[in-house]
């Protein structure tokens, strides 16, 4: 009789061998590792994925309930060629520096009295200039085309009589005391220039603590104001010093 070693099976023998059942078993526990493994996974991610979702839901809720962190900001942009500066206001709800922390950005709203007043006078200044003496007096205009018949003829006929003012909530905004600041024109003459300032009273001349840049759309502030005589280059050359606040 013939005898086969063991573990191995002779021709037409059923079943499996010692070793045949060694190998499935090391198969099973790899593929069943493998299987474990990315349960693992699964759940991880699936677990931060809920942290995550948890977290976000939080954030949103601050927004809704006016409990997320407030802040204002200057946010510069390049466009064609030249830097743009938007002032605005965001808000951030969640853990700055993480995934979580949610933001949006809305710009302030600008300030519209001073190019509203700017874009009258140098609309009426057109006007006036381009008519004869004897056009302008027909028009009830008070005679030349100088700073203080301009400034006369926008205030009573533009405004009521009355200069506007700043917005209080404009000044609050910025430290400022809410007070009644009157807005006013300045006509350079010899410059054929119309520059924007505001003060606390509505005479004419003198200082004035609130000088508008139109060139950038801001209002400058200094407590010991600056004299609204001076041709615009030197006032705009004036408002670079350090001690001038630009208000956003």
Same mark, same amino acid.
């Given at each position: 009789?013939?005898?086969?070693?063991?573990? +191995?099976?002779?021709?037409?023998?059923?079943?499996?061998?010692?070793?045949?059942?060694?190998?499935?078993?090391?198969?099973?526990?790899? +593929?069943?590792?493998?299987?474990?493994?990315?349960?693992?996974?699964?759940?991880?991610?699936?677990?931060?994925?809920?942290?995550?979702?948890?977290?976000?839901?939080?954030?949103?809720?601050?927004?809704?309930?006016?409990?997320?962190?407030?802040?204002?900001? %200057?946010?510069?942009?390049?466009?064609?060629? *030249?830097?743009?500066?938007? %002032?605005?206001?965001?808000?951030?709800?969640?853990?700055?520096?993480?995934?979580?922390?949610?933001?949006?950005? *809305?710009?302030?709203?600008?300030?519209?009295?001073?190019?509203?007043?700017?874009?009258?006078?140098? =609309?009426?200044? &057109? +006007?006036?200039? %381009?008519?004869?003496?004897? =056009?302008?007096?027909?028009?009830?205009?008070?005679?030349?085309?100088?700073? =203080?018949?301009?400034?006369?003829?926008?205030?009573?006929? &533009?405004?009521?009589?009355?200069?506007?003012?700043?917005?209080? %909530?404009?000044?609050?905004?910025?430290?400022?005391?809410? =007070?009644?600041?009157?807005?006013?024109?300045?006509?350079?003459?010899?410059?054929?220039?119309?520059?924007?300032?505001?003060?606390?009273?509505?005479?004419?001349?003198?200082?004035?603590?609130?000088?508008?840049?139109?060139?950038?759309?801001?209002?400058?502030?200094?407590? *010991?104001?600056?004299?609204?005589?001076?041709?615009?280059?030197?006032?705009?050359?004036?408002?670079?010093?350090?001690?001038?606040? +630009?208000?956003?």
């Amino acid at each position: 009789m013939k005898k086969t070693a063991p573990g +191995i099976r002779g021709r037409g023998a059923d079943g499996t061998t010692l070793v045949e059942a060694v190998v499935g078993l090391a198969v099973l526990v790899l +593929i069943l590792l493998m299987l474990y493994g990315g349960f693992l996974v699964a759940n991880r991610v699936f677990g931060e994925g809920n942290a995550f979702r948890s977290e976000v839901e939080a954030a949103f809720a601050d927004l809704e309930k006016g409990a997320a962190r407030t802040e204002e900001a %200057a946010i510069n942009l390049a466009l064609a060629g *030249s830097t743009v500066t938007v %002032a605005g206001r965001y808000e951030m709800a969640g853990e700055a520096g993480t995934k979580t922390a949610l933001y949006a950005f *809305s710009p302030l709203e600008r300030e519209k009295a001073a190019p509203n007043l700017r874009a009258a006078c140098l =609309e009426w200044l &057109g +006007i006036f200039t %381009a008519m004869s003496q004897a =056009e302008r007096a027909a028009n009830g205009y008070p005679g030349a085309v100088n700073n =203080e018949n301009l400034r006369a003829w926008v205030r009573d006929h &533009g405004y009521g009589g009355s200069w506007p003012s700043l917005d209080k %909530a404009f000044l609050q905004r910025n430290g400022l005391a809410a =007070e009644t600041v009157y807005v006013k024109p300045f006509y350079d003459e010899a410059r054929d220039e119309v520059y924007v300032y505001a003060k606390g009273d509505e005479t004419p001349g003198g200082a004035a603590r609130f000088v508008y840049h139109h060139e950038e759309n801001a209002w400058y502030y200094r407590e *010991s104001g600056v004299a609204m005589n001076l041709p615009w280059p030197v006032l705009r050359s004036q408002l670079a010093a350090a001690d001038w606040k +630009i208000l956003r």
